[in-house]
Structure formats: structure tokens, C-alpha cells
């Protein structure tokens, strides 16, 4: 398999109020295509600060970010937007969805915005949204959507261009267990299809889905755990349950 994702001693330090805080310490990442990879570890460890790091929203203060065969750290702002809209999807832990935009509309924009035909781009919001069980809500507004059809709404977005690479900070948080599943057997399928898939979860038996688990500590990679065909979903859980704490 071909790797997808690379990061080579990724750091990142915030200031402020004359106090540097170091939010990674220098990262190895290698994320291969067609893997779903779970990122767990407490809050305030880094897993947030990763993700946007290798989505293109927050500059490292070192290290090295490769997509396939293309380093991507120092890309522009404007050259970041037209990646994140070709071959990186991102569900952000909040939605950060258009508040003035229906549902519709918002998993419409990004196919849009890449030329995707109008036609084409309702082909591809109908299709997501029914696979996600909120096709019904398509003309609403994102405020007059739960916070678990908003998630859902918010994973359909970043699915509509069919991206490479799917980033997704907590992506089940807001769901129910039933709807949490759902979402994981979709990403499950779409990892089955090619597509890369890293996710931050505080869950374990979401993590117990993917093909293998880093554990983030204190803004380092300290562990990985893969998983052993036949091995049972028990056995899985409870080996994560200590990677959260």
C-alpha cells in the first residue's frame, strides 16, 4: 500500500502572556491509503492541534507534512484551500457549519466551489445524507438540527468531493450509540473502498473499529496498538480503555 500522509517532527509551540506552551513535541506520522487510524489520548494532549496541522489550518513551528509525494507545510493559504477542497475532507468537532446555508446547501458548497455541476453535487448531497439518516432534514437550517444530525450533516461536507484523505476531530461525539455505529460502518466502508481515514476519538469501542490506534501523550506519539484478526471486540475495547486516561 502507498502512503497517503507523512509528518516528520512536527512541533508545535503556542505564546502567550509571555508563556510558550508546547502543544506537539515532534511527531512521526506515516498513514497509509485505504487505513482508518484511530488518534486517542486525554484532552488537551494534541490530538485537535494534529489534525489542523495536517489539514492546512495552523502552521507547525517545525517539522514536515507530506500528502502522497507533495510536501504541503509551506503551502499558502489560498493553495491550502483549493487542497483542503480536492483531497482533504474535515469534520470539525463543533460542525462549523454555514448557519444561513440549509443543510442541502452546505454538503452542496465544496462540490460546487470545485466545479462540480449543480446536478451532480444534489447526486452526491442525496446520496451522503441518506446513507446518514438525515435526508429528510435537507431543507432545514443547521439550527434547527440536533447536535447529532449536525455531525452528520458536517461528515456528508467533507465526504461531497470524495476526498483521499478524511480528517475527522471526534466525529461521533454528538451521536447516539446506534448513530455512532452507523458512521463507523460507514467509514469502515469507505476505508474498504480506498480512502484514508484518521480520526481523534475519546472512545474506545469507535477506536476498536479502525485498523490500528496512536496514542497521543502530552503532544508525543507514545503508543500504537494494531489489531489481530479474530481478536474479539472485548478483548480490543478493554486494551484501549488505558489509552484514554
Given at each position: ?5 507523512t509528518?516528520?517532527?512536527?512541533a ?88 444561513t446555508l ?27 445524507l ?99 484478526a ?16
Amino acid at each position: 500500500m502507498t502512503l497517503t500522509l507523512t509528518a516528520r517532527g512536527l512541533a508545535k509551540t503556542y505564546a502567550g502572556d509571555g508563556i510558550e506552551v508546547l502543544a506537539l513535541r515532534g511527531v512521526d506520522l506515516d498513514i497509509l491509503a485505504g487505513e482508518l487510524v484511530a488518534l486517542m489520548g486525554p484532552s488537551g494532549c494534541g490530538k485537535s492541534t494534529l489534525l489542523h496541522l495536517l489539514a492546512g489550518f495552523d502552521r507547525p513551528t517545525a517539522g514536515s507534512v507530506a500528502l502522497g509525494d507533495r510536501r504541503v507545510e509551506g503551502l499558502s493559504e489560498a493553495e491550502w484551500a483549493v487542497l483542503r477542497r480536492r483531497e482533504i475532507g474535515f469534520v470539525f468537532q463543533f460542525f462549523n457549519l454555514v448557519q444561513t446555508l440549509t443543510v442541502a446547501e452546505n454538503v452542496e458548497l465544496p462540490a460546487r466551489l470545485v466545479g462540480v455541476s449543480r446536478r451532480d453535487a444534489r447526486r452526491r448531497r442525496e446520496e451522503l445524507l441518506d446513507r446518514l439518516d438525515v435526508s429528510v432534514r435537507a431543507d432545514a437550517l443547521p439550527s434547527r438540527l440536533s447536535g447529532g444530525q449536525q455531525q452528520r450533516v458536517a461528515l456528508a461536507r467533507a465526504l461531497v468531493n470524495r476526498p483521499r484523505l478524511l480528517l475527522a476531530d471526534e466525529p461521533t461525539g454528538n451521536l447516539d450509540s446506534d448513530n455512532a455505529r452507523e458512521v463507523v460502518a460507514l467509514l469502515r466502508g469507505l476505508a474498504a473502498e480506498g480512502q484514508t481515514v484518521l480520526l481523534a476519538t475519546h472512545d474506545p469501542r469507535i477506536a476498536a473499529s479502525a485498523d490500528r490506534v496512536l496514542q497521543l501523550r502530552d503532544g508525543l506519539l507514545v503508543d500504537e496498538t494494531r489489531f489481530e484478526a479474530g481478536e474479539s471486540a472485548t478483548a480490543v475495547v478493554s486494551s484501549l480503555l488505558r489509552l484514554d486516561v
